[in-house]
């Protein structure tokens, strides 16, 4: 993961819900940069060869009962190899304590020497260690902002795109009075959260407000309520919103898809010509169910392609069959 993309420390703490045993230390410029997390048994036992001490420090049960078996000169001596770091190798962000065990003042003393927050949750291990690995994951995307309007449509995350003044924040408005749901209008930040998966969500300043050209800003919370808007959606469709050209050939069967990329992900993209008379809001609702059926395997192009020509293939085969007759 690169160094860019980065997660104070603190953040972890309050969403995690931990206790930090070490209070002294000052936890404001620590920052993680690293999804993956370490139980450092290894370490304990004595090999330190490809130990990264750049990633969270998780003591669960077994770690806690093998330091306790060897005694605490040795446990010490460990810990402070785990801690101290070096020239090429940095400090750990922070070491996690699991099943809110105890921890011994000589433990905490080593931990304040080297700056290296010792922290205690209250779950289990591998319960917590899965929790923090997805949290992670997630905060530390590659990410991206990009002008649109992304709604929740039966579950479908649908990206509106198209030029400034389009009319994407109307469309966004007809389908929360239609009984979707809001997540970000104006700009949509977007995270790659897997190779398979994009996440988009609104920035905090602007969130849950929609810009209306006549009107102004308006709070879809305060006016729809809480069912009506969500904080983050996975991006599933993207529909480009454009100006009707009679000379350009639109798509009328979409046998095939057409794709936008983000982040180096492929995602389905429609592109829909803005007339006088064209309920946008209905399109994009049918759009979005539409590409629901395809991923559930079914194609309504394909099938009435197969249709038409089993229908051609039959007239043909009966043509033949009475010109052979006669």
Request: charge should be negative; include cysteine; hydrophobic fraction near 35%.
């Amino acid at each position: 993961m690169s160094n860019a993309y980065r997660v104070p420390l603190k953040d972890m703490i309050q969403k995690m819900e931990l206790e930090n045993c070490t209070p002294d230390i000052n936890i404001d410029d620590i920052f993680i940069n690293q999804t993956d997390i370490n139980r450092p048994a290894l370490q304990l036992a004595g090999y330190f060869d490809y130990f990264d001490s750049g990633r969270i420090q998780i003591i669960g049960h077994v770690e806690n009962t093998y330091m306790k078996t060897k005694g605490m000169e040795y446990s010490l001596k460990m810990m402070e190899k785990i801690m101290a770091g070096s020239d090429t190798t940095p400090k750990p962000p922070a070491i996690v304590y699991c099943r809110e065990m105890f921890i011994e003042d000589e433990i905490l003393e080593l931990a304040n020497k080297y700056s290296v927050p010792i922290l205690r949750s209250k779950k289990a291990t591998s319960g917590f260690s899965a929790q923090l690995t997805r949290w992670l994951n997630v905060e530390l995307a590659p990410s991206c902002s990009v002008h649109g309007v992304l709604v929740d449509i039966y579950g479908e995350g649908v990206l509106i795109m198209g030029e400034s003044g389009i009319g994407k924040s109307e469309v966004a408005l007809e389908l929360m009075h239609r009984g979707h749901r809001l997540v970000s209008d104006d700009v949509v930040e977007i995270k790659k959260v897997s190779d398979d998966s994009l996440i988009g969500s609104a920035p905090g300043i602007t969130r849950h407000f929609i810009e209306l050209r006549g009107i102004g800003i308006v709070d879809a919370k305060s006016l729809f309520g809480v069912e009506r808007i969500k904080n983050e959606q996975e991006i599933n469709l993207v529909i480009r919103l454009e100006e009707y050209n009679k000379d350009q050939d639109y798509d009328r069967m979409g046998l095939e898809d057409h794709f936008i990329e983000f982040l180096g992900n492929k995602v389905v993209c429609h592109s829909i010509p803005i007339r006088p008379g064209r309920n946008i809001a209905i399109i994009c609702e049918s759009a979005a169910v539409n590409h629901r059926q395809k991923k559930m395997g079914y194609n309504a192009a394909l099938e009435l392609y197969n249709r038409v020509t089993n229908n051609i293939a039959a007239k043909q085969a009966e043509r033949e069959t009475q010109e052979g007759g006669n």
